[in-house]
């Protein structure tokens, strides 16, 4: 298997893996199937904001492995977002009991293993299963992104971002669906037609089109999503009592049938928190580890401008402290332009059964750096439990390549019981908060009203929406003209369609800039508190 001797790549190894400041323990290193103890591989807690990929075929571990991540993470009190899709890892709030194949297991790898449960949140979307509802409104959610699940192509989704644009400036709030049906029933209609010819760029026939599309989401049950209170990205952020940070888990077993809805929403909260969060460069540990799972969903069939969106938020939410895994078959999932940002990797076993699965294990051996390793025979004899390692030093160079047996977890690696986790989301401190659905006046009340005897004319639908207030537990970003705001700029170049580009560079008003500090050409959202 290796080109060096046993003893050669064990000193390799560890000579690789030996890092001044604190880490995330990975397992030990495995030479010509035997285990090492005296090997051990890790990856450096301040370089997990550069991103990393949990990659293998179905059954290999990874969720195992996200779970043991998670585990040391929040013990190092760094707060862990993990999307749960199969509500395996809701075992985190459960600690686990012991037996003498986990021992022998542990022993083996100089793990000293110790049973533990930990701070867990539970939030579902919409309510929609256990866990703490989670809600976006629908102009925090924005038009690129609301465009993705609602399936239209770039000219609809122009479209969509002036109709976005046109609520905004008449000052007609989108909090949920019916406010956004509102709207666009209002402008096909005959007292909306004279503002939808201002418009520009928004055909009738369109403005149709997005509007059935609509009603479609709304028939499929996916209303309860939007609306308010709205979820704070920033509550992501805690940590408990004790200092370890809170894992959260945002449970999807009752939507796995709605793949495009739930890693939109992924992808919103990493928006949000891009928006909201300010730089602070380079520190010893991250603000937070994002786990994206079941990435492939995000990017299979997306855009030009949603992929560079993406991109762009990947590459630059490093800066605001936090770190993205994208958890995921294979790297052929995922966009070379993304790839290319992913510096940690923990890959199991991958299965060569057709000739596709062939060309994926190929592009898969060439993702890693020059290595010791058959890497076609490895990944596909690793046993569960095992994956190819490489990751970021702290002088920013990739280690050694080596083939880990992984650490085990010390809480249940499984669901928890019911019980168990009704009791963790009774005593939620959000649930107070987000657990009850309000409807304030919006859009759709306005519309209602302007429809009366008395009909208003010109702007007056509704007042103009103030600048939002700074978010109350977090400093606003900042911006120093350059570097960043540039880069935002020029993804927005790709991202913002056509009819919308040529609004913002027209308006000089406050809402204007927000939109451009917008990577996703959201508006900024007032906060709940």
């Given amino acids: ?84 899709i199969k509500g395996d890892l809701t075992g985190l709030a459960t600690a686990a009991e012991g037996s003498e194949k986990l021992t022998a297991r542990t022993q083996a790898l100089g793990q000293q293993w110790e049973s533990k449960a930990f701070p867990v949140e539970f939030l579902a979307l919409g309510g929609n299963g256990n866990g703490v509802p989670v809600r976006a409104t629908i102009t925090s959610f924005g038009p690129i992104l609301l465009a993705r699940i609602l399936d239209l192509n770039e000219t609809q989704e122009s479209s969509l971002q002036l109709v976005f644009h046109y609520a905004d400036t008449k000052g007609l709030e989108l909090f949920d669906l019916k406010d956004l049906r509102a709207v666009i029933q209002f402008l096909t209609s005959d007292e909306g037609k004279a503002d939808l010819a201002d418009l520009g760029g928004l055909s009738k026939a369109t403005a149709g089109v997005i509007l059935r599309n609509l009603i479609t989401l709304d028939a499929q049950g996916m209303s309860e999503f939007f609306g308010m209170p709205e979820f704070d990205t920033a509550e992501l952020l805690r940590t408990a009592p004790d200092g370890r940070g809170v894992i959260t888990c945002l449970e999807l077993p009752s939507i796995q049938d709605k793949p495009l809805l739930f890693s939109t929403f992924l992808m919103w909260m990493l928006a949000d928190l891009f928006r909201e969060l300010p730089e602070v460069g380079d520190a010893d540990k991250p603000k937070l580890v994002f786990f994206f799972d079941e990435a492939h969903l995000l990017f299979n069939g997306a ?106 977890p010390g809480s249940v690696m499984g669901p928890s019981s019911d019980a168990a986790v009704k009791a963790v989301i009774a005593a939620s401190a959000l649930l107070p908060t987000y657990g009850t659905a309000v409807d304030p006046v919006s859009a759709y009340e306005k519309l209602e009203a302007s429809a009366a005897p008395t009909p208003s004319t010109g702007p007056a639908l509704g007042t103009p929406l103030p600048p939002p207030p700074p978010p109350a537990s977090l400093p606003a970003p900042t911006n120093d003209g350059g570097g960043m705001a540039s880069d935002v700029i020029g993804a927005l170049g790709g991202a913002l369609g056509g009819g919308l580009k040529s609004m913002v560079r027209s308006m000089g008003s406050s809402l204007g800039r927000n939109l451009m500090r917008d990577i996703f050409g959201t508006a900024p959202r007032k906060r709940r508190r």
């Fill in 1 to 84: 298997m290796a080109t060096k001797t046993p003893a050669e790549l064990i000193s390799k190894i560890q000579a690789g893996y030996t890092f001044s400041g604190s880490s995330i323990a990975l397992g030990a290193a495995m030479v010509d199937g035997e285990t090492h103890p005296e090997a051990q591989v890790s990856l450096p807690l301040a370089m997990m904001n550069r991103h990393g990929l949990v990659a293998g075929a179905t059954g290999t571990g990874k969720t195992v492995t996200l779970h043991m991540m998670a585990e040391q993470l929040s013990t190092a009190g760094v707060p862990v977002f993990m999307a749960d």
């Fill in 303 to 408: 855009s030009k401008a949603f992929l560079n969106a993406i991109t762009q938020t990947v590459r630059l939410i490093r800066s605001k402290g936090v770190g993205i895994f994208f958890v995921t078959q294979t790297p052929k999932d995922v966009p070379a332009d993304v790839l290319a940002q992913l510096a940690n990797r923990v890959q199991h076993a991958l299965r060569a059964f057709t000739p596709e699965d062939a060309k994926a294990l190929k592009a898969t051996v060439t993702t890693f750096p020059i290595n010791d390793y058959d890497l076609a025979e490895v990944l596909t004899s690793a046993g569960i439990g095992e994956a190819v390692v490489t990751v970021m030093n702290e002088n920013g160079a990739p280690t050694p390549v080596a083939l880990t047996r992984l650490r085990a």
